[in-house]
């Protein structure tokens, strides 16, 4: 059997340590690289083009590339040839659909059980999407439903802004500018019906919208 090729990336180097020692007596995978900025994780898969990159959502601070979903969205659109499997701390169903629908071939929560990883990589190297058993069994909310028609960069502002991060702090991060960044704020409250922050943040956290 063919090794899977993997490269990791989090910003937590303990992490990193931690998977090299899971996956060091495993014959089915060969771990290229563990990396800890998006922008040393696309300088790999530009070199190495492993098989599996696989990625925390949260790494801030990298001056070259987004995370997040922004960073999701650009891996999978310019490098194909290597699938996405996310480890997040966030479980909310809106959050893992937009992960999806940004690239993404799976999703495996920081919670699971440390198997549900190789599980997961065995559904990627069949070819298949990795989807999780329990968030499959998630029954959206109203609120769920009524935020469903967020896009893809409205959630990523939103995800920046209960963060704490100023409009003009998101727009530098992701070389946007302050009015386009407003304006995806504005578009994402008149969707979740709030009007104004406080409304909004109240909205978001209540409902864990962007846990």
């Known amino acids: 059997m063919k090794k899977l090729r993997l490269v990791f990336a989090d910003d937590h180097p303990l992490v990193l340590a931690g998977i090299r020692d899971f996956f060091a007596n495993d014959i089915r995978f060969d771990i290229t690289a563990c990396v800890t900025t998006p922008t040393e994780l696309i300088e790999h898969i530009i070199k190495e083009k492993p098989d599996v990159a696989i990625t925390d959502l949260s790494m801030p601070g990298d001056t070259r590339h987004n995370d997040g979903l922004a960073l999701i969205a650009y891996l999978a659109n310019h490098?194909?040839?290597?699938?996405?499997?996310?480890?997040?701390?966030?479980?909310?169903?809106?959050?893992?659909?937009?992960?999806?629908?940004?690239?993404?071939?799976?999703?495996?929560?920081?919670?699971?059980?440390?198997d549900t990883l190789k599980i997961a990589l065995e559904a990627l190297r069949l070819g298949r999407q990795y989807l999780h058993p329990s968030l499959m069994r998630q029954q959206p909310s109203a609120d769920t439903t009524l935020a469903s028609d967020l896009s893809r960069k409205e959630i990523e502002v939103l995800r920046r802004f209960i963060g704490g991060q100023s409009l003009k702090d998101i727009a530098y991060d992701l070389s946007r500018s302050i009015?386009?960044?407003?304006?995806?704020?504005?578009?994402?409250?008149?969707?979740?019906?709030?009007?104004?922050?406080?409304?909004?943040?109240?909205?978001?956290?209540?409902?864990?919208?962007?846990?």
């Not at 966030?90 to 999806?100: E, G, Q, R, T, W």
């Not at 504005?186 to 919208?209: G, P």
């Open 179 to 211: 009015k386009t960044i407003s304006n995806q704020k504005r578009s994402a409250m008149r969707k979740l019906n709030v009007s104004n922050d406080q409304e909004l943040i109240t909205f978001c956290t209540r409902h864990r919208l962007l846990d």
């Open 79 to 114: 490098f194909p040839q290597t699938q996405i499997l996310v480890v997040t701390m966030m479980s909310n169903p809106l959050v893992i659909a937009s992960l999806y629908k940004a690239g993404a071939s799976g999703v495996v929560l920081k919670s699971d059980p440390p």
